[in-house]
């Protein structure tokens, strides 16, 4: 089993900032099996990357991903009120069976 | 883009069942696959399994694989999700989410584009 880990578990900054956050896998993930999706609090996860880099439709710039291999990485140039939430990486392994799984989330709060 | 809109919560007795409904509001689901995700306080996002309605077969999580069915009524253009001896620990909001065909030759993309509400199941005795 792949097993995705993100850090940090919570992250706090002040709007303007820069959020950095990585979902690292246990064993190396295809770039276009890595998908990051945020969750603001009550309602359902929203997609913001697919394919480790790009970004869903009508997804701000502010957003980026990056990364291959193990070591993934989400980017929010400046935080805007809105984007503190919860962010979510997500994999798919094309084992026997195949299955999707998620990291456990990084929360980013308002310091 | 497509509102998916689930049924309502329920509240279940352990050793019953549940089955939820997904249904895209003023579209279909043509091409794309419909996944189920759980989100529990404990367990985070669980995948559990999905199908492609006009295929008709479905996946699944090996942890579910032995007390969940996934099916599609291509006619009303509905997904549901039915999960068999409930315990309290699927207590639960329950997501169906699309997964569009990206497939190239140099394969495919993995990811969900669009989510429902989310269906809130309570185990509880």
């Known amino acids: 089993e792949i097993v995705l880990t993100q850090s940090p578990g919570t992250l706090s900054l002040s709007p303007g900032e820069r959020a950095t956050l990585s979902c690292r896998a246990s064993?190396?993930?295809?770039?276009?099996?890595l998908a990051w999706y945020q969750q603001r609090p009550g309602q359902a996860p929203m997609l913001l990357i697919y394919?480790?880099?790009s970004r869903a439709s009508g997804i701000p710039a502010r957003f980026s991903g990056s990364g291959s291999g193990t070591d993934f990485t989400l980017t929010i140039s400046r935080l805007e009120p809105e984007d503190f939430a919860v962010y979510f990486c997500?994999?798919?392994?094309?084992?026997?069976?195949?299955?999707?799984?998620f990291g456990p989330g990084t929360k980013v709060d308002i310091k | 883009q497509v509102q998916l809109v689930q049924s309502g919560a329920e509240v279940k007795k352990p050793g019953s069942s549940v089955k939820v409904s997904c249904k895209p509001s003023?579209?279909?689901?043509?091409?794309?696959?419909v996944n189920w995700v759980r989100q529990t306080p404990g367990q985070g996002l669980e995948w559990m399994g999905g199908?492609?309605?006009?295929?008709?077969?479905?996946k699944y999580a090996l942890k579910f694989q032995d007390r969940v069915t996934i099916t599609a009524d291509t006619v009303s253009n509905t997904v549901y999700i039915e999960v068999r001896s409930l315990r309290s620990e699927d207590t639960a909001v329950y997501y169906c989410?699309?997964?569009?065909?990206?497939?190239?030759?140099?394969?495919?993309?993995?990811?969900?584009?669009?989510w429902g509400r989310g269906t809130l199941v309570t185990v509880s005795s």
């Open positions: 989410a699309t997964e569009p065909p990206e497939c190239t030759a140099t394969g495919c993309l993995y990811y969900f584009d669009n």
């Open positions: 003023g579209g279909t689901f043509t091409t794309y696959a």
């Open positions: 199908i492609v309605p006009i295929f008709g077969t479905a």
């Open positions: 064993h190396s993930v295809n770039n276009r099996s």
């Open positions: 394919a480790t880099s």
């Open positions: 997500q994999q798919y392994v094309t084992l026997a069976p195949p299955y999707f799984s």
